[in-house]
């Protein structure tokens, strides 16, 4: 037992190890990145503004503190975004894509390990508190010498329950640690944390306090231990290797999620409609940038268009990542029955690396787009309109770039993420309370020799 | 009792105690389950995949046909989607989709089909504008990964043939038969290898029949017999492994809760930690650049092609002023100046990364030789590795089409360079010309596939009927009898 004890402390130290030297150097790189892109762009020569926004900016989403810890769905997202001209862009190089298949078995962190091994070391470690001692006929004998069982049950339940703080310790001293490392300016507070991290490890200890009490519960229900472990395990098996993936596939079937060709065709035919109504509105034309155009009103044009392509773009990303979040939010729901769950969305919630943390970043970037799109348009409209057939000869210089501040990603604050994660703490909540009626049930009212 | 009489012996008592039709019958069920949703899934991208085609199909004869317009003067060009326009039919209006259809066997692995997109969509735009997205996915789901046959085979697979032969020995001793079946002419270790060898077969018949009757019901296209005959003899080979450690175990007289917990704690760390520490190690030994380095590179590309191509940026549109600048002239089309340079831009950023992309494109492969070469460290990396080459599903054919598509994407624009460059307007006949993807992503060779995992299994079995040998000296029969304190 000690040594297993001993291999999930070095596995848990060696991935917080892994995870806080890739969260530092993607930080060091995001930091020198984004300053370097600012200045580029305070730094350009003289232009037509618009090929200004064809250069665009980069922006990179910033590791959350605790990504060391769970860095969630941050393989499977991109950290980066150019913001250009006439479009919401996609962010792109998702990491796993920088992976070999082996990314697909899962991703090492001390999330993982407490939320898949930990049960097991819990199970393995309980299996035969009960079932053991029933079949050497020690449970008949402790029972005969008048200890209740509610007094034997709460005994039992502390020892598992000991093993379960102990498992979440090397989750604490990771965040922690994170805290102590808390990196640049737009990262959270320490105070914040402190504060995620003592939430996540509170999750944590709950969802391994469920798992307790169920083996508590199986082992005082099963006639021979090995009958325990093998109920026990398939359950394990069932609820934290087969559930994640099962369930996914359901959801997709319920609530199935667009190809990227379908969402592609359904934003431009949203974004077309909105054009052309706009077009005809305000330019008296149906035809975007076509020859009828005066170049007196290539900027104003330029307004007309990206403005009439907002709306459009929110409600197609809108129904996208409602979607994601609506497939998200049924998953959660299923943590009732498969804890793992609903553990490892309040986890990769409160860590920072969940959907909707990305969500913030992504539609921060694109107000940040819609920025510098409206003041370029404005300076178009304002300056080179006036120009007449001349219009591309005007340019702009570092007074217009320097309107334009450095974009600072969004935060989403703990209120925020507590929010995003209730649906996944009650739902294990439920399952703490199943469990705990299980337990109640098995292993203090029909307890048997 | 010969070997013979304990292979009978063991079929009766597995028939007998019925736990192979319920094991038959929840490998059916679970299979189905995957194929069924692995099918869905497959069937629905390759609809994509066929609108797509069905999309471009056609598109020849369209363009074909507004050129004819164009020149008849019944139809006024618009000047970003002008047919005589090499700028314009280069950009999109000609474009095509690059698609790689779907092997028939995909639907049991879909290993990086729902990572990467099978269709990427030419233009003269650089090439980190399309070749780099994404399938559109929930995040959500690509951690946790696809219910398939690919995982059931090598996740759940194990766990029933650990279910099936973790009491070997152990189940006879507290049963009390034991005592009976040592006494027999037979040695102790040719006992415990039929009794394995029986119930292996039984396991890996019931496999195959499943594996079969789903590949005939679910497969898209004709079946690829070749491929899942080396998918079924995989799974023997893999089925072997685990009921070889299970003899071997079963040896070390351990009871059966004991050898349940041994097994699993092997399974976990075969199935679940190897593969996730292998990869770390491999990230590690062979670390990709920083995409971070990579944006910042093209964008310093693009701030300097602003820069050089700065006076073309600046030209007006004169088709403002001259609407007959958008129609040839005796085979001519001058191409707007700001066009022009947007193509020379896009030029100079393909080749000035290229080099930057092409030592991502070295560093995972050589992450991929890491894991070839340590995948013998865990059987579950070699099936599941095998599996996805097997179904066309790999990340090394993803590889191999994105590199497809590279070179497609070069042969588009130098098809476009000359007459953006020379001003030679788009001719009726150029439609038929444009370069046809013919990149076929070649599969993985079965038997190459299948011979290099399932050596591997077969050695590893070999390995551990020596280690059940080895332990056989320390513990040898006659003690059997008795389980380890």
Redesign the interface.
């Known amino acids: 037992m000690l040594a297993?004890l001993a291999l999930f402390v070095f596995?848990c130290a060696?991935?917080a190890a892994?995870g806080w030297s890739e969260q530092r150097s993607?930080e060091q790189?995001?930091v020198v990145?984004s300053r370097?892109?600012y200045q580029?762009w305070l730094a350009?020569?003289p232009?037509?503004p618009h090929?200004a926004a064809?250069?665009?900016l980069?922006v990179?989403k910033p590791p959350a503190p605790l990504s060391m810890v769970d860095p969630?769905?941050t393989?499977?997202?991109g950290?980066?975004l150019?913001l250009q001209a006439h479009r919401q862009s996609?962010v792109?190089?998702?990491p796993?894509?920088?992976?070999?298949?082996?990314?697909?078995?899962?991703?090492?962190s001390v999330a993982?390990i407490i939320q898949?091994?930990g049960p097991?070391m819990i199970l393995?470690m309980g299996?035969?508190l009960y079932a053991?001692e029933r079949e050497q006929g020690l449970l008949r004998q402790t029972l005969a010498l008048g200890v209740a069982p509610s007094r034997l049950a709460a005994g039992k339940a502390l020892a598992l329950i000991s093993v379960a703080a102990l498992l979440v310790a090397p989750l604490l001293f990771a965040g922690l640690w994170a805290a102590w490392n808390v990196l640049g300016s737009t990262s959270q507070s320490y105070g914040e944390v402190v504060l995620r991290t003592l939430g996540l490890t509170g999750s944590s200890f709950v969802y391994l306090l469920a798992w307790a009490l169920v083996v508590l519960a199986v082992s005082a229900w099963a006639r021979q231990?090995?009958v325990a472990?093998?109920v026990l395990?398939l359950g394990w098996?069932a609820a934290t290797?087969?559930a994640?993936?099962?369930?996914?596939?359901v959801?997709?079937?319920m609530l199935?999620?667009?190809?990227?060709?379908?969402?592609t065709t359904s934003l431009d035919q949203a974004m077309q409609k909105s054009h052309q109504a706009a077009w005809l509105k305000e330019l008296g034309s149906s035809?975007r940038?076509?020859?009828e155009?005066?170049?007196s009103q290539w900027g104003k044009a330029l307004r007309v268009d990206d403005q009439a392509g907002y709306r459009a773009l929110d409600e197609q990303f809108g129904a996208?990542w409602d979607?994601?979040e609506a497939?998200?939010r049924v998953?959660q729901w299923a943590g009732i029955v498969a804890p793992l769950l609903a553990a490892r969305s309040i986890s990769m919630t409160l860590s920072g690396t969940d959907?909707a943390a990305?969500r913030a970043f992504a539609a921060s970037a694109e107000q940040h787009r819609r920025r510098m799109q409206d003041l370029i348009s404005h300076d178009l409209e304002k300056h080179a309109d006036a120009r007449g057939?001349?219009?591309?000869?005007y340019k702009a210089g570092r007074e217009l770039w320097a309107q334009l501040p450095p974009y600072v990603p969004a935060r989403v604050g703990l209120q925020q993420s507590l929010m995003q994660a209730t649906p996944g703490l009650l739902a294990l909540a439920a399952h703490l309370g199943l469990a705990f009626a299980l337990w109640w049930v098995l292993a203090v009212r029909r307890l048997t020799p | 009792m010969s070997l013979r009489a304990v292979a009978r012996l063991e079929w009766s008592i597995i028939r007998a105690d019925r736990t192979l039709y319920w094991m038959a019958a929840l490998i059916a069920c679970v299979l189905s389950i995957a194929a069924f949703s692995g099918a869905s899934q497959i069937r629905a991208k390759t609809e994509v995949l066929q609108k797509l085609v069905a999309a471009d199909a056609d598109k020849t004869e369209r363009l074909q046909l507004s050129w004819d317009q164009v020149m008849q003067g019944k139809l006024r060009p618009e000047p970003f989607a002008n047919p005589t326009d090499p700028a314009s039919v280069g950009s999109g209006l000609g474009a095509r989709y690059n698609v790689l259809p779907y092997e028939p066997l995909a639907f049991m692995a879909l290993g990086q089909a729902d990572l990467y997109p099978n269709y990427y969509r030419v233009t003269t735009r650089n090439k980190t504008t399309f070749l780099y997205d994404g399938e559109l996915e929930n995040p959500w789901r690509l951690l946790s990964g696809a219910f398939d046959m690919a995982f059931v085979l090598t996740y759940l697979l194990p766990l029933l043939a650990i279910a099936w032969c973790f009491q070997l020995v152990s189940g006879e001793r507290e049963q009390g038969t034991l005592r009976l079946v040592l006494a027999s002419r037979l040695s102790g270790l040719q006992w415990l290898a039929t009794k394995a060898l029986v119930r292996w077969a039984a396991l890996w018949l019931v496999v195959c029949l499943c594996v079969v009757a789903l590949v005939m019901m679910q497969a898209s296209g004709s079946i690829q017999w070749a491929r899942m005959l080396w998918v079924l003899a995989l799974c023997g080979a893999y089925l072997g492994f685990w009921c070889a450690l299970c003899a071997a175990l079963n040896v070390l007289r351990f009871t059966s809760a004991m050898n349940a917990l041994l097994l699993l704690g092997a399974w976990v760390l075969l199935t679940l930690v190897a593969p996730v520490v292998l990869q770390v190690v491999v990230q590690w030994i062979e670390p990709m650049p920083s995409r971070t380095e990579l944006a910042a590179r093209t964008r310093l590309v693009t701030i300097e092609g602003l820069r050089r191509h700065q006076d073309q940026l600046q030209a007006d549109y004169r088709y403002v002023a001259d609407p007959g600048a958008l129609l040839p002239k005796q085979g001519r089309f001058e191409v707007p100046a700001r066009r022009l340079a947007s193509f020379k831009i896009a030029q100079e950023v393909d080749r000035e990364i290229e080099a930057l992309l092409a030592q991502f494109e070295v560093q995972k492969a050589r992450q991929q030789a890491w894991v070839e070469r340590f995948s013998w460290i865990s059987p579950a990396i070699g099936m599941h590795e095998a599996l996805t080459a097997l179904a066309g599903t790999d990340a090394a054919r993803y590889a191999r089409f994105q590199a497809d598509v590279a070179q497609h994407h070069e042969q588009w624009k130098a098809f476009f360079e000359p007459r953006m460059t020379e001003g030679i307007a788009i001719q009726r006949e150029d439609f038929e010309r444009l370069p046809q993807f013919e990149g076929a992503a070649e599969l993985a060779r079965p038997d190459k596939v299948g011979q290099a995992s399932g050596t591997r299994f077969i050695a590893l079995v070999f390995l551990l009927v020596g280690l059940a040998w080895g332990f056989s000296q320390r513990n040898p029969p006659e003690r059997w009898l008795k389980a380890r304190a």
Not at chain 1, 98 to 107: M, N, S, V
Not at chain 1, 244 to 249: I, K, T, V, Y
Not at chain 1, 256 to 263: A, D, V
């Open positions: 297993l596995l060696i991935s892994v993607i790189e995001r990145a370097l892109d580029d350009q020569a232009k037509h090929d064809h250069q665009g980069h990179f969630g769905l393989p499977y997202l950290s980066t150019w996609d792109r190089f998702r796993a894509t920088d992976a070999t298949g082996l990314k697909r078995f899962g991703t090492l993982w898949v091994l097991l393995v299996f035969g053991s231990a090995r472990i093998v395990l098996i290797i087969a994640p993936r099962l369930s996914a596939d959801v997709r079937l199935p999620t667009p190809t990227r060709e379908g969402f035809t940038w076509g020859a155009l005066p170049l996208l979607r994601f497939q998200q998953q959907f990305h057939e001349q219009h591309f000869t």
